[in-house]
């Protein structure tokens, strides 16, 4: 029986948000720039995490999820950014903050605990 991984998988489903609305921002021709750090950044929040679980190491784990959790934080930065120079509409953005936090809170629980069992372990 396989075991749902919260984290993997509102992770992977903000991905594919992301990308949806990379698709749409282009075809609305907003500043490429702009959205492919939003979709470099939304879609590697992800990658970390999968990258997390092959980890060699608890080091490496934490490593990981660190990077996840600062990809999480730098697309909320341009959700935010988008938002407020109406390129982005509100409510849609605000969608996407909701869950980003959302998967912020949950990396910043298994970050807390993963750090405070390696010290346990030392």
Known sequence: MKTENVVVDKSYQFS????????????NKIERELILQLLRSGTSIGANIEESIGGSSKRDFIHKLEIAYREARETKYWLRLLRDSDLLETKLADS??????EILKILTAILKSSKAKKIINC
């Open 16 to 27: 594919l948000r992301i990308v949806k609305l990379y698709m749409h921002l282009k075809k």
């Open 96 to 101: 996407f903050i909701k869950d980003g936090e």
